[in-house]
T-cell receptor, first 116, second 114 residues
Framework: EAGVAQSPRYKIIEKRQSVAFWCNPI?????LYWYQQILGQGPKLLIQ????????DSQLPKDRFSAERLKGVDSTLKIQPAKLEDSAVYLC??????????????FGPGTRLTVT | AQSVTQLDSQVPVFEEAPVELRCNYS??????LFWYVQYPNQGLQLLLK??????LVKGINGFEAEFNKSQTSFHLRKPSVHISDTAEYFC????????????FGQGTELSVKP
């Protein structure tokens, strides 16, 4: 079974530029999460999708961050314009929809963003 | 709201020695508990989980953890560590009424020395 795929793995941009990250979850997983992991900290949830609907985006900085999950499969996370403090690893995770297994998340390798 | 505290930011240990990584949580509702491991430049891999049933859970790579509800703890243990266990370890909680969202601790860096 293929895992969660993310691209690119690394990205370096200047502040005020825009950037987009892509995630393809495990086949059949209805729930998709984006987390931000700043160096030295644990991951923090940015947004959670169930199919193509948003479940939780309470910690997404909506003035600069946006995310979509068209057709309920893969997802993109965009930052426009980027700030220095956005430097972090962006992790995508997915989980099944129902049952206790819905609480077990599978993570992709992450995208390391450096804003200069 | 839930929170997770990992009591040690760094744990150095010699190879073949036992290790315990400590995790305490705070929550007003029942929780599910997880330990994830992160190797350099990689994503998170699930080590073990407590969802229900026995409070002693066994995971991959010889790790185990015990859920202690009265002390709100979920400490991770391994009786004999290897060099390859060197990594960052994260404790996390979710609650059944919050749609699977994970709240992570700050992480513990385990460094195994020969």
């Amino acid at each position: 079974e293929a895992g969660v795929a993310q691209s690119p793995r690394y990205k370096i941009i200047e502040k005020r530029q825009s950037v987009a990250f892509w995630c393809n979850p495990i086949s059949g997983h209805a729930t998709l999460y984006w987390y931000q992991q700043i160096l030295g900290q644990g991951p923090k949830l940015l947004i959670q999708f169930q199919n193509n609907g948003v479940v939780d985006d309470s910690q997404l900085p909506k003035d600069r961050f946006s995310a979509e999950r068209l057709k309920g499969v893969d997802s993109t996370l965009k930052i426009q314009p980027a700030k220095l403090e956005d430097s972090a690893v962006y992790l995508c995770a997915s989980s099944p929809l129902v049952g206790l297994a819905s609480h077990e998340q599978y993570f992709g390798p992450g995208t390391r963003l450096t804003v200069t | 709201a839930q929170s997770v505290t990992q009591l040690d930011s760094q744990v150095p240990v010699f190879e073949e020695a036992p290790v315990e990584l400590r995790c305490n949580y705070s929550s007003s509702v029942s929780v599910y508990l997880f330990w994830y491991v992160q190797y350099p430049n990689q994503g998170l891999q699930l080590l073990l989980k407590y969802l229900s049933g026995s409070t002693l859970v066994k995971g991959i790579n010889g790790f185990e953890a015990e859920f202690n509800k009265s002390q709100t703890s979920f400490h991770l243990r391994k009786p004999s560590v290897h060099i390859s266990d060197t990594a960052e370890y994260f404790c996390a909680v979710s609650s059944y009424n919050q749609g699977g969202k994970l709240i992570f601790g700050q992480g513990t860096e385990l460094s195994v020395k020969p």
